[in-house]
C-alpha cells in the first residue's frame, strides 16, 4: 500500500475525521485530504509527526521506507535514546553484579530472551521487560537524588569559591602530599 493509503486506512481503524487528524499533528485538514488522495507527498518528517498523531511507527504508514529515511525520523532517535538508556542499565548491573548476559531460547513457536546476572551462586535471572523497569525506576528516582545534590548559587558565585579553594594553602598541601604517597 501507498503511504496516501496508509494514512487514510489507520485515521479511518483510529476513528478520526481528516480535520481531527489535522490538528492533531499540526497541519491543515486540505493538507491531509491532498496527502490521503496522493496529489502530494509529504515529507518523511511529516509522515514521522502524522505517525506520532496516530500512534503507531512510521513504518505503519511508510512501508518502503529506505534506511537513509528512516535515520531522520524523530522514531529513530527516540529509539537510540532508548537503547542507550538500556545500555546504560546493562553496564550498572555489570558493575554492581559483576556479570551480565542477554540469553536467548528459541523453540519452533518462537523465541524468548532474558538476562543473566551475577555470577554463580550470587546469579539471578531478569525476564524480558526488567530493563525497562529498572530504567524506569532510575529515572523516576533521579530528579530526588538532584533536588539533595544541586547547588543553585550563581555560576560565577560558585567558580569564585572554586578559585578560592585551589589556591588555598591547605589545599595545595594535601595535594602534593598525595601525589608524593602515590607516586
Not at 2 to 26: F, H, P, S
Not at 35 to 63: C, M, N, S
Not at 67 to 93: F, H, M, N, P
Not at 158 to 164: A, L
Request: glycine share 6%; proline share 3%; with cysteine.
Amino acid at each position: 500500500m501507498t503511504v496516501a493509503e496508509n494514512i487514510k486506512r489507520i485515521r479511518k481503524e483510529k476513528g478520526l475525521t481528516q480535520k481531527q487528524l489535522g490538528k492533531k499533528c499540526g497541519m491543515a485538514e486540505s493538507t491531509l485530504r491532498q496527502y490521503e488522495l496522493g496529489y502530494r507527498h509529504p515529507k518523511i518528517e511529516t509522515i514521522q509527526k502524522i505517525a506520532d498523531a496516530l500512534e503507531v511507527p512510521i513504518i505503519d504508514l511508510a512501508e518502503n521506507i529506505t534506511i537513509a529515511e528512516y535515520k531522520q525520523t524523530e522514531e529513530y532517535r527516540r529509539s537510540l535514546q532508548a537503547q542507550a538508556a538500556l545500555d546504560g542499565v546493562t553496564a550498572i548491573l555489570k558493575e554492581l553484579y559483576g556479570n551480565f548476559e542477554i540469553k536467548y531460547i528459541e523453540e519452533e513457536w518462537g523465541s524468548s530472551i532474558y538476562y543473566l546476572v551475577g555470577t554463580d551462586d550470587n546469579s539471578f535471572i531478569l525476564h524480558d521487560g526488567s530493563l525497562e523497569t529498572i530504567y524506569e525506576y532510575i529515572a523516576s528516582s533521579v530528579p530526588f537524588v538532584i533536588d539533595g545534590l544541586k547547588d543553585e548559587r550563581p555560576e560565577k558565585e560558585v567558580i569564585k569559591e572554586f578559585k578560592k579553594e585551589l589556591n588555598d594553602p591547605g589545599y595545595i598541601a594535601e595535594i602534593k602530599k598525595f601525589i608524593k604517597e602515590n607516586s
